[in-house]
């Protein structure tokens, strides 16, 4: 994994506990249930974890985009289908997505090291 | 299928023809893209159809999720897979789905019919 | 209550309904978190719906508006008031909101009925 | 003009009167720009009637893009130039807009009538 | 004030001096009312901040979060509060708003230093 | 050119040719269409631009808006015009749409050096 994952994830983990820490009810059910939506159901993980990754694109949020990137590569996504799940993205959100999809590849490189 | 699928489908398509019609070439050639990225390749077309369905919930775009409806029902998604794909995308995109998850429960329900 | 909104009301009681009996844990996780941050805490529920409706406002959901205003009517929210929660809404985002910002002052008149 | 085009203008000249007649002077400050910024200036007319029509298009709300139809065919706006600015905001905003796209030319037919 | 929140206002105000130098009457006259809307009236100052965090948290704009957050502060609102004010969007806006309440901790802590 | 714009265009097109590397073909045809749909026609390349940047602007893409920026800057965008696009997008997308034009006004000064 490159420096710039790397750090990504410890600021992330930094800054979840720092919300965490708060003790909001709401808030920590809230992280309970973005937590077991992934997991393994009448979908699989890997599935699920595809359908995270393209809502986060067509939203556009780098952020959760490089998370789901790290979790696609983990339960085994292709480069062939990671480039299709990048297409449908593209094509429902158009060319306001690229800026994302190229980070996305950049990281996706990043994290074959 | 109910009758404001139906109804949906047909003004779909007599729309669809009318903007085709005016022989754009760049708006033609999006059309094409948008059949083709659908298709079976390193993801099936199942998965594909999931992805362009929970794209459409997040973006909260009625008649997308209506139109992925059909195609998800036609690849023989079963209703406990359609529950986890709404669930991933109300996680993700929040209560202001909520409203497009109602309508697409209920389009879903017109389906079976 | 005008027509309007009692149809809306009993439309969104019936398809929650719809959507909770399919029993999907972590639906049924988010729909209680909708319900409970909202109440009385740190912050009283009357700011809090104000929260809910500028929120909703600026991200366009007519539902979520309709919601909202049936909420802050309840807790007493004056005409004066409502037009401030507009017009923070407004300028935060944009003439885009304006056809929404027109229904939901169509539909706080009919709630005066 | 159409039935339809007809009744959408009634509907948003009384709803625009009833939020002027509430007297908030930050909405009415707002509603006298957003009149302003559509006049020659720098730009014609003509061409920021063509940047609120796309910029309606790609945040898809039906409303401003029926509105800025309207504006737009009495500028003297041609098929073939109302079928490249549907072209640019389809490739930035993606398939998400095509709905709306339907929906436009449904209109720009029915100003022709 | 940290030098990361302190770095963001200069260079905001930097910039915005710049844009105002253009001397264009219409974007002059928004930034008018942007400064207005959030002055006390039917709603105080205090609530009015709250509903400018929220629609900034909900419409994932960090800088505007950033900017709410300072003016917050100023008005008083305590950690309690704040963590409702964050959990009513993360409900609305869903966890992708969840890296933008992240960023908004961090800063919320930096405002204390 | 300012280092800050000649940085971007590189990290740009490195990026981009990485994402063309893999031959997908749906990707590769949607890259095709993008840059097509901005090539004279029945409107001119020049008005094309500006629909591309105030379609950036309202849907708060940096990275988009600085592109546009430098190719409305090469078909000879005045100062005057410039901000009467600014200003179209700002009232159509709210001041949540103020720290992109602070950046795109930065960056405009740029490209003059």
Chains 1, 2, 3, 4, 5, 6 share one sequence.
């Not at 690229?98 to 996305?104: C, D, F, G, Q, Y």
Request: aromatic share 8%; glycine share 6%; proline share 1%.
């Amino acid at each position: 994994m490159s420096e710039r994952v790397k750090k990504f994830k410890e600021e992330r983990e930094k800054l979840n506990e720092l919300i965490l820490s708060r003790d909001n009810i709401n808030i920590k059910r809230f992280f309970g249930i973005d937590n077991s939506v992934y997991r393994d159901g009448a979908l699989d993980a890997r599935t699920k974890e595809m359908l995270g990754l393209v809502a986060s694109l067509v939203l556009r949020c780098d952020d959760c985009i490089t998370y789901h990137l790290i979790q696609t590569k983990q339960v085994g996504i292709t480069d062939e289908e990671f480039d299709e799940i990048m297409s449908v993205g593209l094509v429902v959100g158009g060319s306001i997505t690229i800026p994302h999809i190229r980070r996305a590849y950049r990281n996706w490189e990043d994290l074959k090291k």
